[in-house]
C-alpha cells in the first residue's frame, strides 16, 4: 500500500531564515505531487504540483519554490521566510488514472 | 475555473441528530468532486467522492452525499453523528478535462458534536 511522510512535524523559524520541508511517497511510481498550504481562516491553498521529475508547476506568486529531485521526493523550500509563510503545509500525491488526491500529515510552520 | 462554497463555517450538533453539511460549486466544465475530513493537527483524508454513475455516493464512517448537477451542489449528510465525527470538513472539486488534477477547496465547515 502507498504511504506519504513529511518532516519535520512542527517547525518555528525566524523572520529571514531559509526553509526546506521534505515531502516522499512510498509504495507508488511517477505520482503526481501537490504542495498546498492551509492558513487559519483561509482553507486550502494549492502552492505548487508536479507531473514528473524535475517539472514544476506554481499556482500562486510567493518567495516560496519547489523542487523534485526524486520521482518520489517533493520539497518545498524558502531563502527567506515571511511572517505571512506561517502556515499547515500539505503534501498530496495522485496517480494518473484514480482522480483522487492522498494528502500527507502535515508539517506546522510558524514564523516568528 | 471553479469556485466551491461551504455556506456554513460552524455547524454545531447533538450526539446521535442528522446532519447535513452543504457545498455548491461553480463550473464552466464537469467535474469531480469530494468530500475530505480534517482532525486536529491532521492531514486530510477522503470521506468520498464523486467521479460519475449513481449521484448519491456513500462513504467512510456512515457519510453520504448526493450530487446535483442543476443545482451544482453536492451536500453531505450522516443520518446520527458521534462525538468522534467532531472534525473539520472540507469540499473539493476538480476539473474532468485536466490530466494533473488540480483540487479546488471550500473554506471548510468545522462540525462540533456535543452530548
Known amino acids: 500500500s502507498q504511504t506519504i511522510h513529511q518532516w519535520p512535524a512542527t517547525l518555528v523559524q525566524p523572520v529571514g531564515s531559509p526553509l526546506s520541508l521534505e515531502c516522499t511517497v512510498e509504495g507508488t511510481s511517477n505520482p503526481n505531487l501537490y504542495w498546498y498550504r492551509q492558513a487559519a481562516g483561509r482553507g486550502l491553498q494549492l502552492l505548487f504540483y508536479?507531473?514528473?521529475?524535475?517539472?514544476i508547476s506554481s499556482e500562486v506568486p510567493q518567495n516560496l519554490s519547489a523542487s523534485r529531485p526524486q520521482d518520489r521526493q517533493f520539497i518545498l523550500s524558502s531563502k527567506k521566510l515571511l511572517l505571512s509563510d506561517s502556515g499547515f503545509y500539505l503534501c498530496a500525491w495522485r496517480i494518473t488514472g484514480p482522480n483522487t488526491q492522498y494528502f500527507g500529515p502535515g508539517t506546522r510552520l510558524t514564523v516568528l | 475555473a471553479q469556485s466551491v462554497t461551504q455556506l456554513d463555517s460552524q455547524v454545531p450538533v447533538f450526539e446521535e441528530a442528522p446532519v447535513e453539511l452543504r457545498c455548491n460549486y461553480s463550473s464552466s466544465v464537469s467535474v469531480y468532486l469530494f468530500w475530505y475530513v480534517q482532525y486536529p493537527n491532521q492531514g486530510l483524508q477522503l470521506l468520498l467522492k464523486y467521479l460519475s454513475g449513481s449521484t448519491l455516493v456513500k462513504g467512510i464512517n456512515g457519510f453520504e452525499a448526493e450530487f446535483n448537477k442543476s443545482q451544482t451542489s453536492f451536500h453531505l449528510r450522516k443520518p446520527s453523528v458521534h462525538i468522534s465525527d467532531t472534525a473539520e470538513y472540507f469540499c473539493?472539486?476538480?476539473?474532468?478535462?485536466?490530466?494533473?488534477?488540480?483540487?479546488?477547496f471550500g473554506k471548510g465547515t468545522m462540525l462540533l458534536v456535543s452530548p
Open positions: 473539493a472539486v476538480s476539473d474532468r478535462g485536466k490530466g494533473y488534477s488540480t483540487l479546488t
Open positions: 508536479s507531473v514528473g521529475i524535475g517539472q
